[in-house]
């Protein structure tokens, strides 16, 4: 058996999951975190059981060193063949996973200045992966990478065209993994060729985002040049009119970082709820009466309804709206709520299917009436060792 370790690593924190792929099984899985804090941790999951230990130090190579030995003392360390990453930002030059070399590291270090939070550590993630595994083959698997087939008339803003020539403005998108994951999932639940297909994914986490996918090719994406744009996110405005920065500067006397910060971090659903960014929190406020809760998932859904149907043009027609992501297996109230605002399309809600999709199963919510959908579990991690495997072979 030839196993693929899958990293995602964060500014403070490293996750990993061991994926073997010729039977689609998470084998082991685990998150050290707190990285730069005074007692690091790693939990490891392995055979139905969670263990976690403290680290030996700070940093992402002891973090990988302690990976290292919780692979080895379970037995799993001389199956690993190759070593995954998940990079969140490839700019335009990368429209595929690709094999890690000098030329690839320096790419993703020009893409800072698109990512500055998640480049770097993605970086470190892979320096300090070399470092351990330096016999193994390292690929790289981006956010954005999906989305660099869509055409110049959806990825571009309508801002001066030197901002594009000169500092890559445009839109980009990301969640990529996890739309063509689920797109490809739904093709098959769905018994058709993903190249017939005209499908509408909508990822919904603590990051949102919704993406047209035609014939297996992402066409339009809600999420831009940051993961700023479009759908409201857990604690992300999403689309707000471009001078509200200058009105809280000058409002607030804030200055373009705090901006940016009240925008990224404080808004979304935990600023309208003024109560939590988490969804099943909210959805019980709302059903003890909070008002602010209430709002928020308001707010959510309508937008939400109104992206599917913004995804819809560059289609032409709808073979499956998808729901994946923690709001997206999980919450039927979300699903129901906002199908309400889709009866232009035609769908149909079937309350028992929806109420059976919760926490792992896929499958249909529509009657069989109008157009189909689905709840697909996404599975990122999995799409990474896939896609290492492929660009290895
Ligand atoms: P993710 O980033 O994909 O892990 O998704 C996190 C989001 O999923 C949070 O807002 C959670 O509250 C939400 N979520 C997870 N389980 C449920 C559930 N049973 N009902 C509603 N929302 C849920």
Redesign the pocket.
Known sequence: MRDTLVINCGSSSLKFALIRSATQETLASGLAEKLFEPEPVLTVKHAGAKETVKLSGQGHSIAMQGILDALNTRGLLSEVANVGHRVVHGGEFFKSATVINEKVLEAIEQCIPLAPLHNPANLLGIQSAMEAFPDLPHVAVFDTAFHQTMPEHAYRYAVPSSLYREHGVRRYGFHGTSHQYVTGRAAELLGKPLADTCLISAH????CSITAVKGGKSVDTSMGMTPLEGLVM?TRSGDIDPNLHQFMAQALNLNVDQVTDLLNKKSG?LGLSERS?????L?EARQAGHAGATLAIEVFCYRLARYVAAMAVPLGRIDALIFT???GE??RF?RENTLRHLGIFGFELDAERNQSM??GPSGQITTDRGPVALVVGTNEELMIALQTEKVLS
């Open positions: 919904l986490g603590n990051g857990g659903l960014n988490d969804m099943r929190e959805e992501g923690g709001i999980n919450s979300v919760v926490g």
